[in-house]
């Protein structure tokens, strides 16, 4: 038996990186408060903020793949909770990083860039 967790994904775990998610439940799509940036061509980093709204998918995984899920997101990003606007408390991977640079997704929606 394992333990089941939320995540928020909003980048390459909505299309491209969904096979690292193993056996999953779609909980539905929902936003969260923050902004996001173009980190480069293959992925996005989500900032939380008072301001702005960041659109993703909610779902339910096995808590067990957190740790390669870390892994994979490795020193640029860390796991923070979340609430969404479903009210579901989710995990989110937070970008670390500096965003001076880079070009905000004014959408909030990496699917729309």
Same mark, same amino acid.
């Given at each position: 038996?394992?333990? @089941?967790? =939320?995540?928020?994904?909003?980048?390459?775990?909505?299309?491209?990186? /969904?096979?690292?998610? !193993?056996?999953?439940?779609?909980?539905?799509?929902?936003?969260?408060?923050?902004?996001? +940036?173009?980190?480069? !061509?293959?992925?996005?980093?989500?900032?939380?903020? @008072?301001?702005?709204?960041?659109?993703?998918?909610?779902?339910?995984?096995?808590?067990?793949?957190?740790?390669?899920?870390?892994?994979?997101?490795?020193?640029?990003? @860390?796991?923070?909770?979340? /609430?969404?606007?479903?009210?579901?408390?989710? +995990?989110? =991977?937070?970008?670390?990083?500096?965003?001076?640079?880079? /070009?905000?997704?004014?959408?909030?929606? +990496?699917?729309? /860039?």
């Amino acid at each position: 038996y394992y333990m @089941k967790c =939320y995540l928020f994904t909003y980048g390459v775990f909505r299309d491209s990186g /969904r096979s690292l998610l !193993e056996d999953f439940t779609y909980c539905g799509k929902a936003t969260i408060p923050g902004k996001m +940036w173009k980190v480069n !061509e293959f992925y996005p980093g989500y900032k939380s903020g @008072k301001s702005g709204q960041v659109t993703g998918d909610v779902i339910l995984i096995n808590s067990d793949i957190l740790p390669k899920l870390d892994e994979f997101e490795g020193d640029e990003y @860390k796991r923070v909770r979340v /609430r969404a606007s479903n009210d579901i408390e989710c +995990w989110v =991977y937070e970008y670390i990083g500096d965003v001076a640079t880079f /070009r905000e997704i004014k959408s909030g929606d +990496w699917l729309l /860039r």
